[in-house]
C-alpha cells in the first residue's frame, strides 16, 4: 500500500485539489452575519457539547458604537440577524429576541478577548441552515486539534466575506433588489504566535498588494474562521498531486495591523487555546 509523505511546498504550487478542497471545507462551515440589512462580519457553523451556533467575534456581533447593529439587543421593534446559504436569492432571518449570545468581554481592540458565540435555537432559520451546511464539533478531540493546530504542518486558510466586494444586483426571485457577498479562503501561514493573558492569538501575513487590491482593509472578514490544512502526497507521486489531508478549526479573526512599512500587511486572529478552551469553557458556564 503506498504510503503519504511529509511534504513542503509553496502555497503557489499547491495542486488545484487541495486548493479545491480547501475551499469546500470551509465553504461548508462559513456564513455572512448581516443586522436587518447591514453587513456585520463573518461566522462559523459550530457545535459545544449540544449546543449548536455561530462562533464569531465580540465586535462583530455586539458593535462598538452603533447600539442599533447589536444582536444582543432584545425588544420591539424587533431587530433580524439575517445570513446567506447559496448563490440565489433568497432571505433567511430570525430575530434577535429568540437569540442567546454569550461574548468575551473586550479589552482593547488589538487583543479583544474578541469571540462570541450565538446559539441558535430550534427554529425553520436552524433548519434552513442544517441543510445546506455544517457544524463543527469544538468538544470534539479538542486536546488532539489543539495539538494539529500549533504543529508546523501545512498552512492557514483564512475564511470570510470581505466587505469590499459586497454587491448590488438585479430582480430576482420575487424580490425587487438582492444584495450579494463573495467567501473567500485565502491559503497563507502564521507569521506569529503569542500567548498573553490566557488568550493565543496569531498574526497572519497577506502582500501588501494584495491588501491594495481589497482597498487596504478586510473589514466583513472579522469574525471568520482560521483553518489549518496539511496536504498530503503520495511517496511515488509527483510534485503538483498533492490531496488535502487534515483540515482543523484553528481559530478567529478579529483585527487588521496595516502598516506600509512592515513587509506585509496582517491579519491577528484568537488561536487554539482560545476557542476550544476559553470560549468552551465560557459556554458551558453560562448555558449549562
Not at 449546543?51 to 424587533?78: C, F, M, N
Request: aromatic residues 10%; charged residues 20%.
Amino acid at each position: 500500500m503506498a504510503q503519504s509523505e511529509q511534504i513542503r511546498v509553496q502555497l503557489k504550487d499547491l495542486s488545484q485539489m487541495v486548493v479545491r478542497d480547501v475551499h469546500l471545507v470551509t465553504a461548508s462551515h462559513a456564513l455572512p452575519i448581516v443586522c436587518d440589512h447591514t453587513r456585520l462580519g463573518s461566522g462559523t457553523l459550530v457545535q459545544i457539547d449540544g449546543w449548536e451556533g455561530i462562533l464569531s467575534a465580540e465586535h462583530v456581533v455586539r458593535h462598538p458604537t452603533q447600539k442599533d447593529l447589536r444582536l444582543t439587543y432584545t425588544g420591539h421593534p424587533e431587530r433580524f440577524l439575517r445570513t446567506a446559504l447559496s448563490s440565489f436569492a433568497h432571505n433567511l432571518s430570525i430575530t434577535t429576541n429568540a437569540l442567546r449570545i454569550i461574548t468575551t468581554d473586550r479589552q482593547s481592540n488589538p487583543y479583544g478577548p474578541d469571540l462570541a458565540f450565538v446559539l441558535l435555537p430550534p427554529s425553520p432559520f436552524l433548519g434552513e441552515i442544517k441543510a445546506r451546511k455544517s457544524f463543527y464539533n469544538l468538544t470534539l478531540k479538542p486536546e488532539a486539534r489543539k495539538a494539529a493546530v500549533l504543529s508546523d504542518d501545512g498552512f492557514f486558510a483564512l475564511c470570510g466575506f470581505p466587505a469590499v466586494r459586497d454587491f448590488t444586483g438585479s430582480a430576482e426571485l420575487g424580490f425587487s433588489e438582492t444584495r450579494g457577498v463573495y467567501g473567500y479562503s485565502m491559503l497563507t501561514g502564521p507569521d506569529h504566535y503569542e500567548l498573553k493573558d490566557h488568550w493565543d492569538y496569531y498574526e497572519m501575513g497577506v502582500s501588501q498588494t494584495s491588501a491594495d487590491e481589497f482597498e487596504r482593509t478586510f473589514g466583513g472578514v472579522s469574525g471568520g474562521a482560521v483553518w489549518r490544512a496539511v496536504p498530503h502526497r503520495l511517496a511515488d507521486d509527483p510534485p503538483g498531486a498533492e490531496s488535502l489531508g487534515d483540515i482543523t478549526l484553528a481559530g478567529v479573526a478579529f483585527y487588521e495591523i496595516d502598516d506600509r512599512s512592515k513587509p506585509r500587511f496582517y491579519i491577528r486572529a484568537h488561536g487554539p487555546v482560545s476557542i476550544y478552551d476559553n470560549l468552551v469553557n465560557m459556554v458551558r458556564a453560562q448555558l449549562s
